[in-house]
């Protein structure tokens, strides 16, 4: 849905809006989470049956896991949504700073590359050695992710980032637009777009409508 498997993490809490209104979090399990990170191709069902049998048999390793990956889904959240067009970011909505943010993916970025492995690549046209992240099926969902997001944070092109509109009834997820004229508003246009299409239609009859004496 976002478009980067670091959007999709920030997206696991809906609506977005960061005001104290209620949110509903679709990570809220080991078991979700595992189950969220094989939906969007971040591990493979090798990875799936590693990971399961690796938290099945020490539950705080899952736990820890599910931490490392909120904290991650958090910080990418804080260091991001100041920089999309149409997200609304209360000031005292944000509870930590962008700068502790970016401390925060820095460290587990370093934890995760000290779990990552460089091995002799395949024979193809470019490179000789592959990255391979996540050697610890434990915490391989977390390192992933976090290798993801400071990718994206390094590389995102600015003018595409948006947040669906929390003004005009969209749900604050960010996405990156790539149409070709930049011209996506919502998240998905057949949910928050047409929510939000309703609704217009719906004050545009009251503001019509003849009162009633
Ligand atoms: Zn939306």
Redesign the pocket.
């Known amino acids: 849905m976002g478009g980067h498997p670091a959007l999709d993490l920030v997206n696991t809490v809906t609506p977005r809006l960061r005001d104290g209104a209620a949110e509903h979090d679709y990570l809220t399990s080991p078991a979700e989470l595992l189950d969220w990170s094989r939906r969007i191709g971040l591990i493979d069902l090798r990875d799936h049956s590693a990971i399961e049998g690796t938290w099945r048999s020490a539950p705080e390793l899952a736990a820890k896991a599910l931490g490392a990956t909120l904290e991650i889904r958090e910080a990418t959240y804080d260091v991001l949504a100041p920089r999309a067009a149409g997200a609304v970011v209360a000031i005292d909505g944000v509870k930590r700073s962008q700068g502790s943010a970016f401390e925060r993916l820095m460290l587990r970025w370093s934890a995760a590359a000290a779990r990552s492995m460089l091995i002799p690549g395949a024979d193809r046209e470019r490179g000789v050695a592959e990255l391979v992240v996540g050697t610890s099926p434990a915490q391989l969902i977390p390192d992933r992710l976090v290798v993801a997001a400071v990718e994206l944070v390094r590389t995102v092109e600015l003018r595409q980032l948006r947040a ?1 509109p929390v003004d005009d009834g ?2 604050g ?1 960010l996405f990156l637009d790539r149409s070709r004229n930049g011209s996506r508003r ?3 246009m057949e ?2 777009g047409t929510r939000a299409k309703i609704r217009k239609l719906g004050e545009r009859r009251r503001a019509t409508a003849v009162p009633q004496s």
């Open positions: 669906c969209g749900c997820w919502w998240c998905a949910d928050c």
